[in-house]
């Protein structure tokens, strides 16, 4: 634990490995090695550590420590991965989908869904999982569509939730819906990462071209220009 306080992360993972058969030590070494893309070891030590999930968190509790882990759960969201199931859940889901995985990444997300269906993490990782891996199959985007129905903009994870959302919705040629979504998500600024905004903002963007909107589209297009100019494709449709 020390040596992953000071950002010795092979030295804390070499050490963890040692103790694996310790729910506690194979999930923080489990996400040790998804941080440095060690997809194989992750697999390993956060499967045993959600067969243990009883344990996780009982021996951190003994020694008064509160370990909190970053997760990606997209390109533009990090969640808090602390020592319980869910967490555990939601790595694997990555490592799965990173290993190309994908019937063990759906059948954990499933279980996830059962055991939280109400938490917003585990609805925006079924969310990218679906629109990611499965963006021509209309049942899958319905699915995604009908999950993130009731969700509204309260926190930096429930306007990704929306993102998705609305790429689900463009996929189902309901352009209209898609822009309105978009613009939801925009009205709330305060505290959001600036690469969810981009990436609402881009996809408004994107909708307003398809719909035939040049102009709003060029709007949306400027400004993100101006907060990044090396965000996706603007400087290219600007010829600058």
């Not at 998804?34 to 956060?46: C, E, V």
């Not at 997300?109 to 990218?128: F, G, N, Q």
């Not at 400087?235 to 600058?240: E, L, M």
Request: glycine content about 4%; overall charge neutral; aromatic content about 6%.
């Amino acid at each position: 634990l020390r040596a992953l306080i000071e950002g010795k992360d092979m030295a804390a993972l070499n050490e963890l490995e040692r103790a694996a058969q310790l729910a506690d030590a194979a999930y923080l070494a489990g996400f040790t090695a998804l941080k440095h893309l060690q997809w194989d070891d992750a697999k390993r030590h956060l499967t045993y550590a959600a067969s243990q999930h009883r344990s996780l968190g009982r021996l951190l509790r003994k020694y008064g420590i509160q370990a909190e882990l970053g997760l990606p759960i997209t390109e533009e969201i990090m969640v808090h991965a602390g020592p319980n199931l869910r967490s555990v859940l939601l790595g694997l889901v990555e490592v799965y989908q990173e290993l190309g995985e994908h019937d063990d990444a759906m059948t954990i997300l499933k279980r996830l869904h059962k055991l939280e269906p109400h938490e917003p993490a585990v609805k925006l990782s079924i969310a990218e999982f679906l629109v990611e891996t499965r963006p021509d199959d209309r049942r899958a985007c319905q699915q995604v569509v009908q999950l993130c129905a009731q969700v509204d903009n309260e926190s930096p994870v429930h306007a990704a939730v929306l993102l998705y959302k609305a790429r689900a919705l463009g996929n189902l040629g309901l352009l209209d819906a898609k822009r309105e979504t978009l613009t939801k998500a925009l009205r709330r600024r305060k505290d959001r990462p600036p690469e969810v905004l981009l990436a609402l903002r881009y996809e408004r963007a994107l909708t307003y071209e398809a719909l035939g909107q040049k102009a709003k589209a060029r709007k949306d297009f400027e400004r993100i220009y101006a907060e990044d100019p090396s965000y996706q494709d603007v400087a290219d449709r600007f010829s600058i």
